[in-house]
């Protein structure tokens, strides 16, 4: 899955967006460490810390409380089949910039 990360942010860096990669371990606390990205976009390519397939809802629960919109399923869906990933501990969050500077918001036709 790390192949994964590193494609997403090549791809990324090549399209002149600016990319944070956030590595979770389970002693952290990842609602604060997404809180203080302040990130437009959230690419979440997180899986679950391994052993603990339940954890792979953390990362979009925590996305949709505090409204920071991301890539992949919710929460609510992942807790239906949990541990159907193998274990990646990386989401891989963005703050974007289009041509004219202002702040990518999904919605205003920005390119990926």
């Not at 990324?12 to 371990?25: A, M």
């Not at 390519?45 to 629960?61: N, Y």
């Amino acid at each position: 899955m790390l192949e994964s990360v590193e494609a997403v942010n090549k791809a990324l860096i090549e399209l002149k967006h600016d990319v944070v990669l956030l590595p979770l371990s389970p002693t952290d606390e990842i609602k604060n460490s997404l809180a203080s990205l302040n990130a437009d976009l959230l690419f979440n390519l997180f899986e679950g810390f391994c052993g603990f397939p339940e954890t792979e809802a953390l990362v979009p629960d925590f996305a949709e409380e505090l409204k920071i919109p991301y890539t992949g399923c919710p929460g609510s869906v992942l807790r239906l089949a949990p541990g159907q990933g193998q274990s990646q501990n990386t989401a891989e969050i963005g703050r974007y910039q289009d041509s004219f500077g202002t702040g990518f918001k999904p919605c205003n036709g920005g390119r990926f």
